[in-house]
């Protein structure tokens, strides 16, 4: 009996796991849909390990290279936000380098305004779970509330990935714009899976 209840107990585990299974494939789904230069080389990983301290801002994935990742890969989560990018990968495990984290930069455009920038994290502003952005050429091509996206120049990342939201814009000592705040698309602490753009259509 106490087999059979044992049974019957896994049995019903792993019909929730294909379950659960089923709607993170409909949501990969759906973003495929939704962006069809991401090709189907996108793999989905589980977050293993957050990783906050002082100096970085990282995640670890259940997926490596076996499964084709590689450094410098795209991370997003199922929205298609841009949770950051690989930065060290084993046979089946990667680290992934958030948004926030002091090392991470990016080629970013304004959405309204088609205005050029650099999103990049900061050690003043990671523990606010902030990034930066900077090199912006005039006020008026930024206000708050705007949307941030990647550029994709270059060719080394998608474009249109959304990097965040411009939460305030900062000024110097003569009143001049000096960068501004963004807050991320991504919840990272919310994260528990992601997925891994391995390759995507450069559209002109």
Not at 85 to 110: H, K, P, Q, R, Y
Not at 128 to 154: F, K, P, R
Request: aromatic share 6%; charged share 25%; with cysteine.
């Amino acid at each position: 009996l106490r087999q059979q209840i044992a049974s019957m107990e896994s049995e019903i585990r792993q019909a929730r796991n294909d379950s659960a299974e089923n709607e993170r494939l409909k949501e990969l789904l759906g973003l495929q849909e939704e962006r069809p230069d991401l090709t189907e080389d996108i793999v989905l990983a589980t977050i293993t390990e957050h990783a906050v301290t002082n100096w970085a801002a990282t995640l670890t994935i259940s997926r490596g290279t076996n499964d084709g990742l590689e450094v410098g890969d795209c991370v997003i989560d199922e929205t298609g936000a841009l949770v950051g990018t690989i930065s060290a990968v084993g046979t089946n495990w990667a680290t992934v380098l958030t948004t926030i984290d002091t090392d991470f930069e990016m080629g970013a455009i304004v959405f309204r305004s088609g205005e050029a920038a650099i999103a990049s994290g900061s050690f003043n502003l990671m523990a606010d779970s902030l990034l930066q952005l900077n090199y912006i050429s005039s006020e008026e091509a930024l206000l708050n509330g705007d949307l941030v996206v990647t550029s994709g120049l270059g060719g080394y990342y998608p474009s249109n990935l959304v990097i965040g939201e411009v939460e305030e814009v900062i000024t110097d000592d003569s009143g001049a714009m000096d960068y501004a705040l963004l807050r991320p698309a991504v919840d990272f602490d919310e994260l528990t899976e992601v997925f891994v753009i391995t390759d995507f259509t450069i559209v002109d």
